[in-house]
Every structure is written in structure tokens, then in C-alpha cells.
Nanobody
Framework: QLQLVESGGGLVQSGGSLRLSCTSSGDHLGNYAVAWFRQAPGTTREGVSCVSRSAMYTNYANDAWGRFTISRDNAKNTVYLQMNNLKSDDTGVYFC????????????????????WGRGTQVTVFS
């Protein structure tokens, strides 16, 4: 059974950077498209970015364009989310999910739309 684990979250000052990682067990992450989601307290989970299985294409939420970069290293069984110029609005729990990545349009946390979710890693951006 596919299981995902996120890491790399932390406390960072506004304007700073973090790199999140998502790794898997039970199956190779290279068999899946992978998406990153963010959930702030009291809000719904929103898609931030995703990458296709072969990294042929990526997709970003509007507020992530130009600041975040998603990448994958299938040899290391890892998907990364490099986050630069972080803002307080980026605060939340970041989850990775395996199974889908639309080429265009919003990345939706559709019920049963992904094969697996991680438990999340907390990102807190302070001013």
C-alpha cells in the first residue's frame, strides 16, 4: 500500500525559503503524478502545485507562480517543492498526494481523487 511522508516544513521569516520533500513507501513514487496541497486553519485544502509522472508538465496555483518550483527525482523516490519569497499567506500544513495532476486549471482535492495522502508538514511564515 502506497504511503507518503512529507518533510522540510518549519518556521521561516517572510521572504525566506523552504524546500519540502515527499517520499513514498509501498510503491515507487515515480509511478504517480504528485500534487502538493496547503491547508490553513479553518480553510479547505487548496492545490499549490503538481507534477506529472515523468515531469513532462507541471501546474501551479496562481499565487505560487514565480515563487514555487516543483520537481522530482524518481531515482531518489522524492518530489520536492521549493518555496521562495514566502509570505504569511503561505502558512499552513502542506500535504503531498499521489495520483493526479491536471495540465491546466486548478488542482482540486477531489474526494477519492488520489491514491494516497501524506500526513502533512507545517509551514509557518512570520513577519
Amino acid at each position: 500500500q502506497l504511503q507518503l511522508v512529507e518533510s522540510g516544513g518549519g518556521l521561516v521569516q517572510s521572504g525566506g525559503s523552504l524546500r519540502l520533500s515527499c517520499t513514498s513507501s509501498g510503491d515507487h513514487l515515480g509511478n504517480y503524478a504528485v500534487a502538493w496541497f496547503r491547508q490553513a486553519p479553518g480553510t479547505t485544502r487548496e492545490g499549490v502545485s503538481c507534477v506529472s509522472r515523468s515531469a513532462m508538465y507541471t501546474n501551479y496555483a496562481n499565487d505560487a507562480w514565480g515563487r514555487f518550483t516543483i520537481s522530482r527525482d524518481n531515482a531518489k523516490n522524492t518530489v520536492y517543492l521549493q518555496m521562495n519569497n514566502l509570505k504569511s499567506d503561505d502558512t499552513g500544513v502542506y500535504f503531498c498526494a499521489a495520483g493526479g495532476c491536471p495540465k491546466t486549471g486548478p488542482i482540486m482535492a477531489i474526494p477519492n481523487g488520489f491514491d494516497a495522502w501524506g500526513r502533512g508538514t507545517q509551514v509557518t511564515v512570520f513577519s
